[in-house]
């Protein structure tokens, strides 16, 4: 009878997989390892690489293999991987953060050992790669780009000139148009994926408008998303998260002092700084 159970729980299983599967549009199906223990790390993995209609993740725990299948249109292995390191689980290619990896149950916490081995592999197997890695490694921070442009966009608000707000929305939204996702830090991806779209939807509505208020609607929920990418963007110097409670919305600033762009000189002393991030 137990025999039985288990036969039909697997062919459950499987006719749900096809069925998930045969609802993922431009399917390509490829296999990855991914280091892990037990059925409680195939949960936690598969967990954090499925993705409604998008991604289906299936980990065998004896071999450390992962089919993944998904739609080549709306994501990629890597966006995939990184979301299942973030959940505290290396792979070839990505690394989980020490401080996911902590939180893992005893009998999960895999030997990484035998990982950082297979990393150092397939870092060094050509030297195309391990060139470019290092350009990699070497080009510019291409959040500083988006940052320095929201600075440039908070700093024509608080002049109160829409017509400079306009201009420097349009190449903010050009810089986040530009992005390599795939080219970011890991913690950076993540927040990205979130963000981006509204980010560029937000920003795309300042840069059309020359309309004051307007302007400064939209530029709260683009601090709040920018205020998200600088959490985990290690920048060189301090940056500022300031309120303001007449409008009940936050901005970020490269200085303490506050100026308000949602009032300009108005109230331009409204507000304080709530946090600092360095």
Excluded at 231 to 239: F, Q, R
Excluded at 244 to 266: D, F, H, I, R
Aim: charged letters at 30%.
């Amino acid at each position: 009878m137990k025999s039985l159970k288990t036969t039909v729980t697997a062919i459950v299983l499987l006719l749900s997989m096809a069925v998930s599967t045969a609802q993922i549009k431009n399917a390509k199906t490829e296999n990855m390892k991914i280091f892990g223990n037990c059925g409680m790390c195939e949960t936690k993995i598969e967990k954090a690489g499925n993705l409604k209609n998008t991604a289906i993740v299936d980990w065998d725990k004896d071999s450390k293999i992962a089919t993944i299948t998904y739609d080549t249109a709306k994501t990629n292995p890597d966006e995939i991987l990184k979301r299942i390191a973030l959940a505290g689980y290396d792979s070839e290619k990505f690394l989980a953060p020490d401080s996911k990896y902590d939180t893992l149950h005893a009998c999960c916490q895999y030997d990484r050992d035998a990982k950082e081995q297979s990393k150092m592999d397939v870092n060094v197997s050509t030297d195309m790669e391990s060139n470019e890695s290092i350009a990699i490694q070497e080009q510019t921070n291409q959040l500083k780009l988006v940052f320095d442009d929201y600075f440039s966009v908070k700093d024509a608000l608080v002049k109160t000139d829409a017509a400079t707000a306009s201009i420097k929305a349009k190449g903010l939204l050009e810089d986040i148009n530009t992005v390599e996702m795939e080219n970011l830090k890991m913690e950076e991806h993540m927040v990205w994926m979130k963000v981006y779209k509204d980010l560029g939807s937000d920003v795309k509505k300042i840069f059309e408008t020359q309309d004051i208020k307007v302007q400064r609607e939209f530029f709260k929920s683009v601090s709040k998303n920018m205020y998200e990418l600088m959490k985990v963007s290690k920048e060189d110097t301090p940056t500022y998260y300031q309120y303001c409670p007449m409008v009940k919305a936050n901005w970020l600033s490269k200085e303490n002092e506050v100026k308000n762009p949602y009032y300009g000189s108005k109230m331009m002393t409204c507000g304080s700084t709530v946090e600092t991030i360095k």
